[in-house]
C-alpha cells in the first residue's frame, strides 16, 4: 500500500518557522518527485516546492524562505518553512510523482494535508 503522512502543521506567529515531514511508505521515494502542495481558503492548490534526485525546486512566493530536504533511511521528505507570513496560511500536502512538475494531475499518490496557520 502506497501511502503518504504529512504531519508538522500548527499554528505560529509571523516570522516563525515550522517543519513539515512527509512520511512515505509502500514505495522508494527517492525514485518520485516529492511535490508540496498548499490550498488556501477560497483558493485552487498551488505548489510550493518539489524535490527529485537531490534537486529542489521552489515557487517564487516561498523561494528564500522554504527548504525542503529528506531523510533517505526514514523514507521522508521535509519541508522547512521560515519567516512565515500570514498569507502562508493553507492546507499544506505532499504527493509523489513520478519526476517534479507544477502539474497536479502528474502526481499520483497525495497524502491528507496538514494545516498551518500564520498569525499576524
Known amino acids: 500500500d502506497v501511502q503518504l503522512q504529512a504531519s508538522g502543521g500548527g499554528l505560529v506567529q509571523a516570522g516563525g518557522s515550522l517543519r513539515l515531514s512527509c512520511a512515505a511508505s509502500g514505495f522508494t521515494f527517492d525514485k518520485y518527485g516529492i511535490g508540496w502542495f498548499r490550498q488556501a481558503p477560497g483558493k485552487e492548490r498551488e505548489g510550493v516546492s518539489c524535490m527529485r534526485s537531490g534537486y529542489t525546486y521552489y515557487a517564487d512566493s516561498v523561494r528564500g524562505r522554504f527548504t525542503t530536504s529528506s531523510d533517505n533511511a526514514k523514507n521522508t521528505v521535509f519541508l522547512q518553512m521560515n519567516s512565515l507570513k500570514p498569507e502562508d496560511t493553507a492546507v499544506y500536502y505532499c504527493?509523489?510523482?513520478?519526476?517534479?512538475?507544477?502539474?497536479?494531475?502528474?502526481?499520483?499518490?497525495w497524502g491528507q494535508g496538514t494545516q498551518v496557520t500564520v498569525s499576524s
Open positions: 504527493a509523489a510523482a513520478w519526476d517534479c512538475t507544477w502539474s497536479q494531475n502528474e502526481y499520483d499518490y
